[in-house]
């Protein structure tokens, strides 16, 4: 019996006795209709009030007992529980370890083991069905994510697997469906955003591809992951602007190329279709311009290609003389020589036999290429001797070029190879140096 009811009952008892004091008296009790005793009023009270205390106390104990009985089955029953979940962490954990040491046989097993037991462990299920698609087992896939879907509504990632799913089936209105919804959970998730991306993407609704760019810039704040999704951004105006071109809308595939420079002014293909739409629609100058522009840009020798079919479309050879010239004075290493070959080889086409030899005889190192070309040149000028002599020179740099080698990676010359580069580490990438001579 708690304090609180005792010092009750003894207040309620020193009450009763005052009363009675005042107001003295027996109490006829009867037992039955003949039978009766006397019984003090105060005696009657306090017997009444004791076994009003006894059964309120041993109500209370009761309650208390089946309280406590109560608390113990569900502390066996949670204890049970989380055996149950210790076992399935471990069997999880064993099935993870499998997959990442490639016995997805194994994982299999351990994945369905789980599910026998607690048929809606979503992360088992999760993994079972990325598993089935992995495999080919495309509506087994589709059924094990349902399942984590159904078992939980608000998981993601289940969302989000259960789109590749889909995605896989080729059904991409409903992997637009699921993503929308994983979306709608964790409106920031990147990778959600891309998967959407993308499957908007192959649906070929560019709309909703260039909404779900923005959102993907929106939240991405480290430089080098948003310099790659600029260049995501370049890549999605360039090939909606290819799909308006497609289509003969000229004017609105040209804003999606500029916007796709703008993105990025280090991506090639927008210069060059932008030029290729100007000269489509009648703008030769514009064309030449972006062709210049693409070039100081990006130095692709591609620009240049493009400058010098329209140049010689609009019939002015000098023009082309002097890109070529501007060229050579701006490149620099293995992009020099190339462009210097194009030159030499202008030259000849004009019959400036001095001009070529001289391009030619800049290169510090010139490839066997370069010396065809001056071997030509001399013979032209019907110099013998001298083509000779670059003949002569051109043998030689092959026959050492035959017992060198250059590494790929770093490009550096060796005497003998190595499966690893002995300069960067690269593995097999050392060629004979004649691939490079050449």
């Not at 016995?103 to 992360?123: M, Q, V």
């Not at 959600?192 to 923005?214: C, D, F, H, P, S």
């Not at 992009?335 to 030619?360: I, N, P, R, W």
């Amino acid at each position: 019996m708690s304090l609180r009811l005792i010092i009750i009952f003894v207040f309620f008892a020193l009450l009763t006795v005052y009363f009675t004091l005042l107001n003295p008296g027996d109490i006829e009790i009867h037992l039955t209709q003949n039978t009766s005793f006397p019984l003090p009023a105060v005696l009657f009270l306090l017997i009444s009030i004791l076994i009003g205390v006894m059964l309120t106390s041993i109500l209370t104990g009761y309650s208390q007992i089946k309280s406590a009985f109560k608390h113990f089955l569900e502390t066996r029953s949670l204890e049970s529980k989380n055996r149950l979940h210790e076992k399935w962490d471990k069997l999880y954990q064993k099935a993870e370890n499998a997959l990442k040491g490639g016995h997805s046989d194994r994982a299999l097993s351990l994945f369905n083991k789980i599910l026998n037991g607690n048929p809606e462990h979503i992360a088992s299920l999760v993994q079972l069905g990325n598993l089935y698609r992995q495999t080919g087992k495309i509506p087994q896939a589709v059924d094990a994510h349902q399942k984590a879907v159904a078992a939980d509504r608000d998981n993601p990632q289940a969302l989000q697997s259960l789109a590749e799913d889909f995605v896989a089936a080729g059904q991409l209105d409903e992997a637009i469906d699921a993503l929308k919804q994983a979306r709608h959970l964790e409106s920031d998730s990147l990778y959600t955003l891309r998967q959407l991306r993308e499957a908007y993407r192959k649906q070929g609704n560019w709309n909703q591809v260039l909404q779900i760019q923005k959102s993907i810039l929106s939240h991405v704040s480290n430089a080098r992951e948003r310099k790659q999704e600029k260049e995501v951004s370049s890549q999605v105006a360039y090939l909606r602007g290819c799909e308006l071109s497609d289509q003969k809308q000229i004017e609105p595939a040209i804003s999606e190329m500029k916007r796709a420079i703008k993105e990025n002014p280090m991506s090639l293909p927008p210069y060059i279709k932008l030029g290729d739409l100007h000269q489509q629609n009648g703008n030769s100058k514009a064309a030449i311009k972006i062709w210049k522009s693409g070039f100081e840009t990006t130095g692709s020798h591609i620009c240049l290609l493009r400058l010098r079919a329209a140049y010689e479309q609009a019939e002015k050879p000098g023009e082309v003389i002097k890109l070529y010239q501007e060229a050579v004075s701006a490149s620099q290493n293995s992009k020099k020589e190339s462009l210097v070959l194009t030159l030499a080889g202008l030259y000849l086409d004009q019959g400036k036999l001095e001009e070529a030899m001289q391009t030619l005889w800049s290169v510090s190192s010139p490839s066997i290429s370069a010396h065809l070309l001056l071997i030509k040149a001399h013979q032209d000028k019907h110099e013998a001797d001298k083509a000779d002599q670059v003949i002569r020179a051109a043998l030689k740099k092959l026959t050492t070029s035959l017992s060198k080698f250059v590494c790929r990676q770093c490009n550096k010359d060796f005497d003998q190879w190595s499966g690893i580069c002995p300069e960067c580490q690269a593995w097999d990438s050392l060629d004979s140096a004649i691939q490079h001579t050449l």
